[in-house]
């Protein structure tokens, strides 16, 4: 009898503790019944094993800021926990990855043996939505790095590889997770996810919504948007959370699975399955919309069975004849239409939400389009599939006529909605910021701050991979660093960008702007730089020094300092002559085979402002920002004076006498102020920021 008790003990050990029980935790717009396949499969390889979900965790949840979606997931999750001392196995897919490092990282002493997670956005996303178009993906950083903006799900875990630091100043999820910013609770999460006995990391060249889809496997882009593999990532290589550590005791495990769609992944081990509910959701007029004389909106359904063309719902014109061609001049309207219409078409979104769980991001979107009326975009349903809000009631009535319902649906007015954005992302031209000697991009945060207000949706750049080690190299190599971004931004906007360079930063913009030969800018604002060179300048220096400065300066070692590259002794004009390989050949005052080069393409400058003052108490003297320099007797000669001026050496003269050179002389500003000081940029840089 006793050997039959111990038979049947062994037994349920053996039941019971055989497979560790396994927990689903579903992605964004998902519900527990995501992971009914992986149920199904488990028990069927795995008899026995238990499985839960996170069935507390319903669709709606899924749009609320990260940390709260981890609020719902983790009574439930430790529930689970506590009834299973020996462990857990976790599998987590696409946001619930994340939701599961919240959830791993604030659980002391959670049990997880094996976190498996599935297309998740680890190092976090830029893009990925189906047809999302460029100026849209470039700006939603406005939106995102806020307060408000962190009360969305998706700016959670947004990461803009050329805002990295507005990402680490407002992301309160990811940031922290990753110890990309400071937090007081990284120990305490380093410490929680190193409790982890194995990580399991899928991803997929072909996922189609995690952008870059090396996210899944932490990886990411840099700053010029060239994807870099886990291990070149500075939370890897610092180990800021973990990771190296995991990886270095052969605790992570990667798989890189082709031919796996985003939706795929937890659906159909043969990758036919594709449930209805993904299609998208196209907010649309009720017809007839104008006869019954109520402006109301309707929703596409699951049982319409309408499916979005690949090319997304903003295409070439020519995708048209898919659908059935439109007139080019079908819509007529005015600024005031959209104003009036606007209002109404929001507070339809919102009686939706309790329908159709349309996600927050929509709405903020809307807010964001609502205060200019130049855009109306609006995210729909899932990220991967979007839809476009319609507000012209007369659409169906008036333009589609012999064309049937579902083409209607299928049909929007894709050139007006071109023009639209095109109306938003140009209403003003972009503006680059280049900061000067031992700046960052920080620098110019309040003329961002000021030209965001003053002229909304304007864009705004900075060279963010010029950073302050870099301003101390020979200026020909900085211009090397900042050259590929600032190409990428004209390219980006072939209507032309605004530069606004401050300091030394001037310096490198004409040196930018000497060397691109195609450039397109508008205006270029140089904020007290020295641009005829500058001789003395630092406080406190002592006049032996300044004098004698040039045996260093003037020779193949001292023009490998920044500061040799614009020094311009009045008392030593020929060795300057001979060794100075940056201002010299630039302003055409030595000998270079460039100097056609480099005055054609200063000549494409539309309009050029300097901007110096006479208690700058740095750039001495301080009429170099405004190309004087001194004479030979130390006394200053202004810019008319000077014989690159006289001689049109490399198209100064040609500038100013076809009046596209202005000069602002202001009082009172100290070097430091000009880019502090928010009377200075109101009143003087903004009315050239057209």
Same mark, same amino acid.
């Given at each position: 009898?006793?050997?039959?008790?111990?038979?049947?003990?062994?037994?349920?050990?053996?039941?019971?503790?055989?497979?560790?029980?396994?927990?689903?935790?579903?992605?964004?717009?998902?519900?527990?019944?995501?992971? @009914?396949?992986?149920?199904?499969?488990?028990?069927?390889?795995?008899?026995?094993?238990?499985?839960?979900?996170?069935?507390?965790?319903?669709?709606?949840?899924?749009?609320?800021?990260?940390?709260?979606?981890?609020? /719902?997931? +983790?009574? #439930?999750?430790?529930?689970?926990?506590?009834?299973?001392?020996?462990?857990?196995?976790?599998?987590?897919?696409?946001?619930?990855?994340?939701?599961?490092?919240?959830?791993?990282?604030?659980?002391?002493?959670?049990?997880?043996?094996?976190?498996?997670?599935?297309?998740?956005?680890?190092?976090?996303?830029?893009?990925?939505?189906?047809?999302?178009?460029?100026?849209?993906?470039?700006?939603?950083?406005?939106?995102?790095?806020?307060?408000?903006?962190?009360?969305?799900?998706?700016?959670?875990?947004?990461?803009?590889?050329?805002?990295?630091?507005?990402?680490?100043?407002?992301?309160?999820?990811?940031?922290?997770?990753?110890?990309?910013?400071?937090?007081?609770?990284?120990?305490?999460?380093?410490?929680?996810?190193?409790?982890?006995? *194995?990580?399991?990391?899928?991803?997929?060249?072909?996922?189609?919504?995690?952008?870059?889809?090396?996210?899944?496997?932490?990886?990411?882009?840099?700053?010029?948007?060239? $994807?870099?593999?886990?291990?070149?990532?500075?939370?890897?290589?610092?180990?800021?959370?973990?990771?190296?550590?995991?990886?270095?005791?052969?605790?992570?495990?990667?798989?890189?699975?082709?031919?796996?769609?985003?939706?795929?992944?937890?659906? @159909?081990?043969?990758?036919?399955?594709?449930?209805?509910?993904?299609?998208?959701?196209?907010?649309?007029?009720?017809?007839?919309?104008?006869?019954?004389?109520?402006?109301?909106? *309707?929703?596409? +359904? #699951?049982?319409?069975?309408?499916?979005?063309?690949?090319?997304?719902?903003?295409?070439?014109?020519?995708?048209?004849?898919?659908?059935?061609?439109?007139?080019?001049?079908?819509?007529?309207?005015?600024?005031?239409?959209?104003?009036?219409?606007?209002?109404?078409?929001?507070?339809?979104?919102?009686?939706?939400?309790?329908?159709?769980?349309?996600?927050?991001?929509?709405?903020?979107?809307?807010?964001?389009?609502?205060?200019?009326?130049?855009?109306?975009?609006?995210?729909?349903?899932?990220?991967?599939?979007?839809?476009?809000?319609?507000?012209?009631?007369?659409?169906?009535?008036?333009?589609?006529?012999? $064309?049937?319902?579902? #083409?209607?649906?299928?049909?929007?007015?894709?050139?007006?909605?071109?023009?639209?954005?095109?109306?938003?992302?140009?209403?003003?031209?972009?503006?680059?910021?280049?900061?000067?000697?031992?700046?960052?991009?920080?620098?110019?945060?309040?003329?961002?701050?000021? /030209?965001?207000?003053?002229?909304?949706?304007?864009?705004?750049?900075?060279?963010?991979?010029?950073?302050?080690?870099?301003?101390?190299?020979?200026?020909?190599?900085? $211009?090397?660093?900042?050259?590929? #971004?600032?190409?990428?931004?004209?390219?980006?906007?072939?209507?032309?960008?605004?530069?606004?360079?401050?300091?030394?930063?001037?310096?490198?913009?004409?040196?930018?702007?000497?060397?691109?030969?195609?450039?397109?800018?508008?205006?270029?604002?140089?904020?007290?730089?020295?641009?005829?060179?500058?001789?003395?300048?630092?406080?406190?220096?002592?006049?032996?020094?300044?004098?004698?400065?040039?045996?260093?300066?003037?020779?193949?070692?001292?023009?490998?300092?920044?500061?040799? @590259?614009?020094? +311009?002794?009045?008392?030593?004009?020929?060795?300057?002559?001979?060794?100075?390989?940056?201002?010299?050949?630039?302003?055409?005052?030595?000998?270079?085979?460039?100097?056609?080069?480099?005055?054609?393409?200063?000549?494409?400058?539309?309009?050029?402002?300097?901007?110096?003052?006479?208690?700058?108490?740095?750039?001495?003297?301080?009429?170099?920002?405004?190309?004087?320099?001194?004479?030979?007797?130390?006394?200053?000669?202004?810019?008319?004076?000077?014989?690159?001026?006289?001689?049109?050496?490399?198209?100064?003269?040609?500038?100013?006498?076809? +009046?596209?050179?202005?000069?602002?002389?202001?009082?009172?500003?100290?070097?430091?102020?000009?880019?502090?000081?928010?009377?200075?940029?109101?009143?003087?840089?903004?009315?050239?920021?057209?």
């Amino acid at each position: 009898m006793g050997k039959t008790r111990m038979l049947w003990f062994l037994f349920f050990v053996g039941f019971c503790a055989a497979y560790k029980p396994v927990v689903f935790i579903h992605g964004f717009n998902g519900t527990p019944e995501d992971g @009914n396949l992986i149920k199904d499969i488990i028990q069927k390889m795995h008899p026995g094993t238990l499985y839960y979900t996170a069935n507390a965790f319903n669709r709606t949840d899924t749009v609320k800021p990260l940390w709260e979606e981890v609020a /719902i997931v +983790k009574p #439930q999750l430790v529930k689970y926990m506590e009834a299973h001392p020996d462990g857990i196995h976790l599998i987590c897919y696409s946001q619930g990855g994340l939701v599961c490092r919240g959830l791993l990282s604030t659980i002391p002493d959670h049990n997880v043996d094996t976190l498996i997670a599935v297309s998740s956005p680890m190092a976090g996303i830029y893009g990925g939505f189906k047809g999302l178009p460029e100026c849209i993906r470039r700006n939603l950083y406005r939106l995102l790095y806020s307060k408000m903006g962190q009360r969305n799900f998706l700016g959670n875990y947004w990461k803009d590889p050329h805002h990295l630091e507005l990402y680490e100043k407002f992301s309160d999820f990811l940031a922290p997770l990753n110890n990309d910013s400071i937090s007081p609770h990284i120990t305490e999460f380093k410490h929680n996810f190193l409790r982890i006995k *194995r990580m399991v990391l899928i991803g997929g060249p072909n996922d189609g919504l995690i952008r870059p889809w090396q996210s899944s496997l932490f990886g990411f882009y840099d700053e010029n948007e060239i $994807v870099q593999d886990m291990k070149k990532q500075q939370y890897f290589i610092k180990d800021s959370f973990g990771l190296r550590t995991m990886y270095e005791q052969n605790r992570l495990f990667m798989y890189n699975i082709k031919g796996i769609v985003h939706k795929q992944w937890v659906r @159909n081990p043969d990758m036919v399955c594709l449930r209805l509910h993904w299609a998208p959701r196209v907010m649309l007029p009720n017809t007839p919309p104008v006869s019954s004389g109520k402006k109301s909106f *309707r929703w596409l +359904k #699951q049982a319409d069975k309408i499916w979005i063309p690949d090319c997304g719902m903003i295409c070439s014109l020519n995708e048209q004849k898919k659908v059935g061609k439109l007139k080019q001049d079908m819509f007529k309207f005015s600024e005031m239409d959209l104003e009036k219409a606007l209002p109404e078409l929001y507070a339809s979104l919102r009686s939706s939400l309790s329908l159709l769980s349309v996600a927050t991001s929509d709405l903020s979107l809307l807010s964001v389009a609502s205060n200019n009326p130049s855009i109306l975009l609006t995210i729909i349903n899932h990220p991967i599939d979007y839809g476009l809000s319609r507000f012209f009631f007369d659409y169906d009535k008036e333009h589609t006529a012999g $064309v049937t319902g579902q #083409q209607r649906m299928l049909t929007p007015p894709r050139h007006l909605i071109r023009y639209l954005l095109r109306g938003f992302c140009a209403a003003y031209k972009p503006v680059v910021f280049i900061h000067g000697f031992n700046g960052t991009s920080e620098d110019g945060d309040l003329i961002k701050d000021i /030209i965001q207000k003053m002229h909304p949706g304007t864009l705004y750049y900075t060279a963010n991979a010029f950073n302050r080690t870099d301003t101390v190299k020979p200026l020909w190599e900085e $211009v090397a660093i900042v050259k590929p #971004q600032l190409v990428k931004y004209m390219k980006a906007h072939p209507d032309g960008i605004n530069l606004i360079c401050y300091s030394q930063g001037g310096l490198v913009c004409r040196g930018l702007l000497s060397t691109i030969p195609d450039h397109n800018v508008d205006t270029l604002i140089a904020v007290s730089s020295p641009m005829a060179g500058m001789y003395g300048g630092f406080k406190g220096l002592p006049g032996f020094v300044k004098r004698n400065a040039y045996r260093l300066l003037y020779s193949k070692m001292g023009q490998r300092i920044f500061l040799g @590259n614009y020094w +311009k002794d009045p008392h030593h004009l020929d060795l300057y002559e001979k060794f100075s390989d940056f201002l010299a050949p630039l302003n055409n005052e030595s000998i270079s085979p460039h100097i056609t080069e480099f005055k054609r393409n200063f000549l494409r400058i539309k309009r050029m402002v300097l901007i110096g003052g006479p208690d700058d108490g740095l750039i001495c003297p301080w009429q170099s920002s405004l190309f004087g320099f001194y004479d030979e007797n130390e006394i200053v000669q202004d810019m008319k004076k000077q014989r690159y001026f006289i001689e049109d050496s490399f198209g100064l003269r040609t500038m100013s006498e076809q +009046k596209r050179l202005f000069w602002f002389t202001i009082k009172g500003i100290v070097h430091k102020q000009w880019v502090r000081n928010p009377d200075v940029i109101k009143s003087v840089f903004m009315k050239w920021l057209n």
